[in-house]
T-cell receptor, first 115, second 114 residues
């Protein structure tokens, strides 16, 4: 069973550009969540996709958007990049709904630097 | 806003038990407590979770007080590789499914010393 993978590992963009980050879920997982982690801070929830629909959103502007595909992989898109968007972007997948709560398993993250 | 409070840092001697406290006084009845750890800038690693009963797995034990307002993560025999930032998290319910969202705080930096 493969874990959560993310691409690319590192990325450098300039202010105003657009970026797409990708996440492949762990096998059998149908829910993907995205988090932003600024340097020295804990991760902050961006949004979650469940069965290809957005299932909840954190306090992030609309220029942060996402997609989930039929194979449950996911994309995070950020338009009009700002310097404060520089962060580690984490993807987490979780398995089928079951009693007792579903644990989120994180990928290694994508380090985005905006210049 | 984070729903948990943790000490910013702790030290532990190698081979001894590490006891990491967490306060979550505003937790709701259906919200789980999760613990993750993060080494350097890797993705957070799941450790353990619970609702109201004490839990144990191969990595750690989780002790939750009867009123659910606080908990303690116990690493029974800490090693140097356990040096990391440990996050105590309340999982908040979202619309559909059973995954919820994780509300991270600042975490506790645990330094295991030889």
């Amino acid at each position: 069973e493969t874990g959560v993978t993310q691409s690319p590992t590192h990325l450098i963009k300039t202010r105003g550009q657009q970026v797409t980050l990708r996440c492949s879920s762990q096998s059998g997982h149908n829910t993907v969540s995205w988090y932003q982690q600024a340097l020295g801070q804990g991760p902050q929830f961006i949004f979650q996709y469940y069965r290809e629909e957005e299932n909840g959103r954190g306090n992030f502007p609309p220029r942060f958007s996402g997609l989930q595909f039929p194979n449950y992989s996911s994309e995070l898109n950020v338009n009009a990049l700002e310097l404060d968007d520089s962060a580690l972007y984490l993807c987490a997948s979780s398995p089928q709904v079951r009693q007792g709560g579903d644990t989120q398993y994180f990928g290694p993250g994508t380090r985005l630097t905006v210049l | 806003d984070a729903k948990t409070t943790q000490p910013p840092s702790m030290d532990c001697a190698e081979g001894r038990a590490a006891n990491l406290p967490c306060n979550h006084s505003t937790i709701s009845g259906n919200e789980y407590v999760y613990w993750y750890r993060q080494i350097h800038s890797q993705g957070p690693q799941y450790i353990i979770h619970g609702l109201k009963n004490n839990e144990t797995n191969e990595m750690a034990s989780l002790i939750i007080t009867e009123d659910r307002k606080s908990s303690t993560l116990i690493l029974p025999h800490a090693t140097l590789r356990d040096t990391a930032v440990y996050y105590c998290i309340v999982r908040v319910v979202l619309g559909s499914g059973n995954t919820g969202k994780l509300i991270f705080g600042q975490g506790t930096t645990l330094q295991v010393k030889p």
